[in-house]
């Protein structure tokens, strides 16, 4: 596993992913952690049903970061391969979101920012 330079302190590397199967109803999500030296912290994974690529990003990242501060990371960098989870999440409205997940995710965020 690569090092991850860019961090330091009581940092943590968050990869997640969503797949869907060929089933109709099978999508799951999951995702790793590693420190600054590239060391696997933790693993995890959903089954989500019957729901959408985006949905099942969400909870990838939620997970992650309800597990890592759960753990004491209080810094987390997160990576995603989905650009439209990306944007929804940098843009943050300023009326919060419709989206419970989104709302979760912003407020676990804030909770590490500082």
């Known amino acids: ?3 991850c330079p860019h961090l330091d302190g009581n940092r943590a590397c968050l990869n997640t992913d969503g797949s869907i199967g060929n089933e109709v109803g099978f999508v799951a999500v999951g995702g790793i952690a590693r420190n600054r030296d590239g060391e696997w912290i933790l ?3 959903r089954y989500l049903g019957n729901c959408s690529v985006l949905y099942a990003e969400f909870w990838g990242i939620l997970d992650g970061l309800v597990l890592l501060i759960d ?4 810094s987390i960098f ?3 391969d989905n650009i439209e989870a990306v944007k929804v999440i940098q843009e943050r409205p300023l ?3 419709n989206f419970d997940l989104i709302r979760r995710i ?5 909770r590490i920012s500082h």
């Open 1 to 3: 596993m690569p090092s």
């Open 95 to 97: 009326n919060g979101s």
């Open 106 to 110: 912003y407020k676990l965020l804030t």
């Open 78 to 80: 997160i990576q995603t």
């Open 71 to 74: 753990c004491g990371y209080n």
């Open 43 to 45: 693993g995890f994974n």
